[in-house]
């Protein structure tokens, strides 16, 4: 290991200072040479050259402002997804749309059933709707809350019943107060008997118009049900979607409830994925986060929109989601995707510029500058960015290291 002179140090030109880390004043250590090195590029002696000490920027490690992140692996769900089935039973008629068919909210027509019999059973319903109308002498438009009873034709003929019927009895309790033996009791009784039937029948009349009153309602009802009946026939997308699978074709009978289409929404994706339960902790809704989906080169920025309130029990992570949006419907559900979620924006950590690194065999090491010699150290790394290397182990805040390690190593074997 050859020495150092420090006494002929330089300050370091014509190279920007990595930032977040202080580069030392002392300028360049000096590598002295022993045995043959490269040639000058002056075009000196080459013996003199090799003898000459090389210059070597060195950097003292510190802690760079490193936001905290927590890595989750996962897949991109579609936001919405549904698997439309069937209101009604019947015969698949059509099938206008297939995989991949775009479709919109209450305008795409995904199914549509034989509706033969169904407008049958609508016509069927109109007409009973128009027998118990008939009855009460209204027409099946008329609002029948607004019928006045006492108009209805059964009501007035069973008020001139009750009205003759009352005044018989009247007329036959005067002539009976004036004149006792112009009438028998029996004759009187029967007057009054006829009175209070007349005055049942009224009032069963009154109850009769009441009813069918009722039964309009109950007709009305279930005219609308075989309306709805024979709109259900034609399926319609719930969502702006996608068609994803599509599961039945024109001739196969339908069960209610049965599966016709399967439709996502993907115009925005959901990131899914679980957060070991050793950082679950620290991940909040509203954190910033970028999303790395497999085939794409560029990150996508995002925000943690959902966590769930409990950890899987299978695996013991968190589940957590965040909203990709996807206006040009490039991306697809399923894809594969990381995230990292800022945790903590202000927080620091030992790192080193990526030069000041070296690889060999598997094992990691930097150059460590002390007393005006060099030494290998060898050095656990972490997180990685175009500039910077984490170092988790290895070195301490302070320590002098080469900045260019390969560098260190050619004045080393000089």
């Known amino acids: 290991m050859s020495g150092f ?30 045995g043959c090195g490269d040639q000058a590029l002056s075009g000196g002696d080459p013996a003199e050259e090799a003898a000459a000490p090389q210059r070597l920027a060195v950097i003292t490690v510190g802690l760079e402002k490193w936001p905290r992140v927590v890595h989750v692996q996962g897949v991109l769900v579609a936001d919405d997804q549904v698997v439309v089935g069937a209101k009604v039973a019947g015969r698949v008629k059509d099938v206008p749309v297939d995989i991949g068919t775009p479709v919109e909210k209450k ?30 002498g209204l027409k099946p438009d008329q609002d029948e809350s607004k019928l006045v009873l006492s108009e209805v034709a059964a009501v007035r003929e069973a008020e001139s019943l009750r009205k003759q019927a009352e005044e018989n009895w009247k007329r036959a309790q005067a002539i009976r107060e004036s004149r006792k033996e112009a009438i028998t009791n029996e004759e009187h009784e029967q007057r ?57 074709s ?29 950082e679950a902790v620290l991940v909040r809704v509203g954190q910033k986060a970028q999303v ?24 013991r992570s968190l589940i957590i989601e965040a909203d990709l949006p996807n206006p040009k419907l ?61 170092i988790l182990q290895g070195v301490a805040p302070g320590d002098v290291v080469a900045a260019d390690a390969r560098k260190a190593r050619r004045g080393s074997r000089q």
């Open 5 to 34: 002179l420090p006494e002929r140090l330089e300050r370091r030109r014509g190279r920007r200072p990595v930032r977040g880390l202080l580069i030392i004043t002392l300028g360049a250590l000096l590598l002295g040479a022993a």
């Open 107 to 136: 305008k795409t027509v995904l199914v549509t059933l034989d509706t033969e019999e169904l407008r049958l059973r609508e016509e069927q319903a109109k007409a009973q709707l128009a027998q118990v109308c008939a009855k009460l």
């Open 192 to 248: 009054k008997a006829a009175w209070e039937v007349a005055q049942a029948k009224h009032d069963s009349a009154l109850n009769d118009a009441r009813e069918q009153v009722a039964v309009i309602g109950v007709r009305r009802a279930e005219l609308g049900l075989a309306r709805q009946v024979l709109d259900d026939a034609t399926v319609l997308a719930p969502f702006d979607g996608i068609v994803e699978h599509r599961y039945v």
């Open 250 to 278: 024109p001739g196969a009978y339908l069960q209610v409830g049965e599966p016709v289409v399967l439709l996502v929404r993907i115009d925005t994706l959901r990131f899914r994925g679980g957060v070991p339960e050793r």
């Open 292 to 315: 790395k989906v497999e085939g794409e080169a560029a990150l996508l920025a995002a925000r943690v929109s959902r966590v769930a309130p409990a950890l899987e029990e299978s695996n």
């Open 330 to 390: 490039r991306l697809h559900a399923g894809l594969f995707a990381e995230i990292d979620i800022v945790v903590d924006p202000e927080a620091k950590t030992l790192a080193v510029p990526a030069a000041a690194v070296t690889e060999f065999a598997g094992v990691e090491k930097v150059w460590l500058v002390r007393d005006g010699k060099a030494e290998t150290r060898i050095v656990q790394t972490g997180r990685r960015s175009a500039e910077l290397v984490e």
